[in-house]
């Protein structure tokens, strides 16, 4: 910046290179801000019938965020988690990965049948409105959850609650790799945890 500053104080009045040189610094906070954006929504959502679709091409688990407007929570989740670097690579790698808005009016198509929010009231779109029929399927009774399908969409666990990067990764890979299906007891899963070696950052 001094830089910048002393070969525009060569060329005009302190008060011109001032100026200018405000606009420089707005434009280089605008293009950081741009590019931090860029960088960090990295996780590829889509639609639950689409997830399916996809499944039915290239098998993988499906891990659906299931969030409501007015929670404070799912705010943190989606901008520490969900944005962190290892946590996307892992997600995209190996799930589909669904955004769901647990009491918004979206009617979605699953396992044949139709789910909608037929209590859903448009006035209370950002407060507490009526829970989604498939929020019930899926057992959602916190916000967030995070619904882990496996291969053939069917429910392997809601994880509830807010999750940091290292905190989500255990279960990431742990459903990743089945390892959940020889967790059968809870001295077993507490081992499981304890052994566990955390790799993401952030």
Known sequence: MLLIRSIFCKFGTTF????????IILLLLATAFVSFNAI???????????AVIR?????????????????GPCKMLDRNTF??????????KHYYAVKFNAE??????????????????PDLANRRNSPHE?????????????VFLDENSNLIFPLKGYKTPQQ?????????RDDHKTLDTQEKFNA???????????
């Open 192 to 202: 499981y945890y304890k052994a566990f070696q955390n790799e993401f950052k952030g």
């Open 104 to 121: 918004g009016n979206e009617v979605v198509n699953f396992n044949g049948q139709e789910f909608s929010n037929p209590n859903y009231n």
């Open 16 to 23: 011109a290179t001032e100026l200018v040189m405000k606009k």
């Open 83 to 92: 944005q962190n670097q290892d946590v996307a690579d892992y997600v995209n």
């Open 55 to 71: 499944q039915k091409k290239n098998p993988k688990k499906i891990m659906i965020d299931a969030y409501t407007n007015w929670c």
């Open 40 to 50: 960090a929504q990295k996780i590829n959502w889509v639609s639950l019938e689409e």
């Open 134 to 146: 498939l929020s019930r399927y899926f057992q959602i009774q916190v916000f967030p959850t995070i």
């Open 168 to 176: 989500i990764e255990l279960y990431l890979k742990m459903f990743k």
